[in-house]
């Protein structure tokens, strides 16, 4: 054991000090620390890992799976269309890859990254002990809940920038096409993409917003991801339901698909406003209530 | 890839029967050049529009009320800093008069009050349930309390004040990241306080754990005993001035133990203090200089150790005969026998000198197989637990 005492600081110097030397309220937690805290986590890893790797198991499956001798998926709609055109270029195939994520993998990958964040740290014991730096609360959350968007909003480009790259590689570089609009030139076709990402991106704001609330509501992480997923697809439930009439207007999920309206000549941009106001909102909710119970409740954990 | 492909069909069809008589032939020709006719879409006027706005108000609404609430927060905290009370500026920690009560009516801490100077090592002690995580963890501004207030060196404690920097704490047990080293969990730990990487201490620290090379192993791979060492190292990063460590020995073996005790005592010197919570009685005496000793949410006792642990008036006596015993030493003037098992008896001198008490039942024939001395702090646990066995704070 060292000897403390000969070592030690002088602690009288300044004993009105408000705080330690050195600490900022507005300096604790920074982002790059969170991040770090985050990064070293097996799940991010992995979760970003897949995101590289599903265009590729994709590509394979392409490429095991033959000419087109089954015509199994040309059920009709906007969605076999995709399919069928999925190997006609790096953009389609892009879109293809974005197309089968959004359903349910990017709302699990949402809701895993938001939800995860505050309640691991609460299973794990250590929110207590941040908490005691002191961080202060509003800070802790903010700063999670920027660095858990920052990760969800990782991984969606991850995949898109991947497939784009899989697929340019592999089918080559044309314009974008659809079986409901005029071929997009490829310069377009990028912007189109750009633009489906951050729809996605905007729509998946609700998910996170839901897991992130119940991160802060329970201590265990699981509960918080897996129950922002289930409400999400209860949602989805709900909205093909078509005797609920225009109550299915206000559901989060109703404008889900809404990005399929950029690939339409001209674009139609009405559902992706609505959406993006409905998604919004919802987002804002489910976090202000986090921030209004978190700054307010007692940590048990 | 898609080629478009215009077709023109040309076509006949019998108009009732008004066909010349005669077989004809007709050909068909382009006449220079087939033009196709083009029209310039016009959008219709749609109500598409109106949502973009109303999307744009939306966010602009969400970002003004952000900042606003940024301003009122920022003006509040500066407000809250400045609240110091001058006449406790250089007393660590005091405590006065702190109730936690719960929604379901379960009262946690009835009051409590006490202080801890510099130089101190304050034992908080009482049995399970008495009351003592609960007002540690008012004390790391995780609860807040029903009533009553705590100043730490002169500032009010509220959750999240920032007077809570001056303060290391181990609470309810460990918590890190199970998926890092302890080496990593402390740099973890002090990356999130923002302060300077220097004023850590890392290697004092690192010795106070004692976890040798076991210190670059993932902490899920920890005993119990481990965790436990690092996380008083954790709560020692930056030397703190008020140490508040809650049943630091738990899983750690005697000589760690023994090895913590020293630290301890060797923390509070210079200046800096010490309040640690323990159900040991043996634990509290050895370790502290002052104690305060809680039940059922209240405080019992409080004062430097010397003064609680000292002897008591009473003594414990195991007789041959108790019944003959109890009478031969009712006579001798004592305030209470009291008996305490099979064949002990608790005697409450008042005054009278031991070796005239055992030298009469040995004179009157009653066999004497032990004479113990017995301490206030044991005689204040008995008064108040009672003698129910469970010796517990349960309530």
């Known amino acids: 054991m060292s000897d403390l005492a000969s070592k030690s600081v002088t602690p009288g110097r300044d004993a009105s000090a408000s705080a330690a030397t050195g600490y900022r309220p507005s300096r604790t937690l920074p982002i790059v620390a969170e991040i770090r805290r985050q990064a070293s986590r097996r799940r991010t890893q992995l979760a970003l890992g897949f995101m590289v790797l599903l265009p590729l198991i994709i590509l394979v499956a392409f490429e095991f799976g033959g000419g087109n001798g089954d015509d199994d998926s040309n059920g009709g709609g906007a969605f076999s269309s995709l399919v069928d055109l999925a190997t006609s270029g790096g953009l389609n195939f892009a879109l293809f890859c974005l197309a089968v994520s959004a359903g349910f993998l990017l709302v699990v990958v949402f809701a895993l990254f938001a939800g995860d964040t505050v309640a691991s740290e609460a299973s794990w014991g250590s929110l207590r002990y941040l908490l005691a730096i002191p961080v202060p609360r509003a800070r802790l959350l903010a700063v999670k809940l920027v660095v858990a968007l920052g990760y969800a909003f990782l991984a969606l480009f991850l995949l898109a920038g991947t497939g784009l790259l899989v697929g340019t590689l592999r089918y080559g570089w044309h ?18 993409l750009l633009g489906i990402l951050a729809y996605l991106a905007v729509i998946l704001l609700v998910v996170a917003g839901l897991a992130f609330l119940l991160s802060v509501l329970t201590d265990a992480a699981l509960g918080a991801v897996g129950g922002a997923v289930l409400l999400w697809i209860l949602s989805s ?60 409740k007692d940590i048990t954990s | 890839m898609y080629k478009r492909q215009l077709q023109i069909v040309v076509a006949t069809s019998d108009q009732a029967f008004l066909t010349p008589a005669a077989p004809a032939t007709y050909t068909v020709a382009i006449d220079g050049q087939l033009t196709l006719p083009t029209l310039v879409g016009t959008p219709i006027a749609s109500p598409a529009a109106i949502y973009w706005y109303v999307l744009g108000a939306l966010l602009a609404v969400v970002l003004l009320g952000l900042a606003v609430l940024l301003l009122v927060r920022r003006a509040r905290r500066r407000r809250r800093v400045t609240a110091v009370n001058a006449e ?27 202080t801890v100077e510099r130089g101190q090592v304050v034992g908080l002690l009482g049995p399970n349930g008495a009351g ?31 007077i809570l920097s001056r303060v290391g704490a181990l609470v309810e047990g460990p918590g890190f990241l199970p998926h890092l080293t302890g080496h990593q969990n402390l740099e973890a730990y002090w990356r999130a306080t923002g302060r300077p990487w220097e004023d850590a201490r890392f290697d004092e620290a690192l010795e106070i754990a004692g976890l040798g090379s076991s210190v670059h192993r993932r902490t899920k791979n920890y005993s119990h005993g481990m965790r436990q060492r690092l996380a008083i190292a954790q709560a020692m990063l930056g030397l703190p001035e008020l ?10 073996d005697p000589p760690q133990i023994a090895e913590m005790r020293r630290v301890l005592q060797r923390y509070a010197t210079d200046g800096r203090a010490v309040l640690v919570s323990s159900h040991l009685l043996a634990e509290v005496e050895q370790t502290c200089t002052h104690a305060v000793v809680v039940n059922k949410g209240r405080i019992v006792a409080s004062g430097p150790v010397g003064d609680i642990v000292g002897e008591s008036p009473s003594v414990t006596i195991d007789v041959t005969d108790v019944p003959a015993a109890t009478e031969i030493l009712t006579g001798l003037g004592v305030r209470s026998v009291t008996p305490d098992g099979a064949t002990g008896l608790i005697v409450d001198m008042n005054g009278t000198p031991r070796a005239e008490l055992v030298a009469s039942l040995v004179r009157a024939g009653v066999g004497v197989d032990r004479v113990v001395p017995r301490r206030r702090l044991e005689d204040a646990f008995l008064a108040l637990v009672g003698d129910n066995s469970r010796g517990s704070g349960d309530r």
Request: charged letters at 15%.
């Open chain 1, 175 to 192: 314009p974008l096409g659809s079986t409901i609009a005029a071929q997009i030139p490829p310069g377009q076709g990028v912007l189109r």
């Open chain 1, 237 to 296: 439930i709900l909205d093909q339901i078509t005797a609920l009439g225009s109550i299915r207007n206000a559901l989060p999920t109703h404008y889900s698909d809404a990005w399929m309206g950029l690939l339409s000549t001209p674009v139609q941009t009405e559902d992706l406003a609505k959406g993006a106001i409905s998604a919004i909102i919802y987002a804002v909710i489910f976090w202000g209530v986090a921030f209004f119970r978190f700054t307010r």
């Open chain 2, 88 to 114: 406790l500026a250089e007393t660590p920690l005091v405590v006065t008069g702190l109730r936690k009560a719960y929604k379901d009516g379960f009262v946690a801490v009835e009051e409590i009050g006490f």
């Open chain 2, 132 to 162: 003592k995580t609960t007002t540690l963890r008012v004390l790391m501004g995780l609860t807040t309390p029903t009533a009553g207030e705590i100043h730490v060196f002169g500032h009010r404690l509220v959750p999240g004040a920032q």
């Open chain 2, 243 to 252: 140490l508040v460590l809650d049943e630091p020995t738990d899983g750690l």
